[in-house]
């Protein structure tokens, strides 16, 4: 049973939404060296709209994911890794939300964690980056996209 507060929860299964289904008491922000932040944004998509649900399905589809890395020989899950709750993007104009997720990567950051941000569409991106290249001289951006549509303009 695991404790939640004063009352104890009956054993699981549980799907707690967190990242790689951990639960919530071994994935304090606290200890954690890894926070996933989720920006359900699909609004400057070209085509068809529906980005927004990506952190979702990506945080739901990595319940069904190996904890163990036979590379590293670790458990991954147990380097800390926080999923902290969605963002509710402000919708009022592009500036707004890049404002938020440059905000938020930079409490991160500034906690000396490494955000892993799930978004929506490319303009999620933009805040993240610009925060990450103030504190930081050497910056690594994994880019997945569902597609291949990176334009310059």
Do not use: C
């Not at 049973?1 to 951990?22: D, H, V």
């Not at 639960?23 to 926070?35: G, Q, T």
């Amino acid at each position: 049973m695991r404790n939640q507060g004063n009352r104890q929860l009956p054993a699981g299964p549980f799907q707690w939404n967190t990242f790689l289904n951990t639960p919530p008491d071994e994935a304090a922000f606290e200890a954690a060296r890894f926070v996933v932040l989720s920006v359900p944004f699909d609004g400057t998509t070209s085509y068809r709209s529906g980005a927004r649900y990506g952190p979702a399905a990506i945080i739901a589809a990595s319940s069904h994911l190996e904890d163990y890395d036979v590379e590293l020989r670790q458990d991954i899950s147990e380097l800390g890794i926080h999923t902290a709750p969605a963002l509710v993007p402000d919708l009022n104009s592009q500036k707004s939300l890049v404002w938020q997720v440059k905000s938020l990567v930079d409490w991160v950051v500034s906690s000396e964690k490494i955000p892993v941000l799930l978004g929506g569409d490319h303009s999620v991106t933009l805040g993240a980056v610009w925060a990450l290249q103030q504190p930081l001289v050497d910056v690594s951006v994994l880019y997945l996209d569902a597609h291949g549509d990176l334009r310059d303009e």
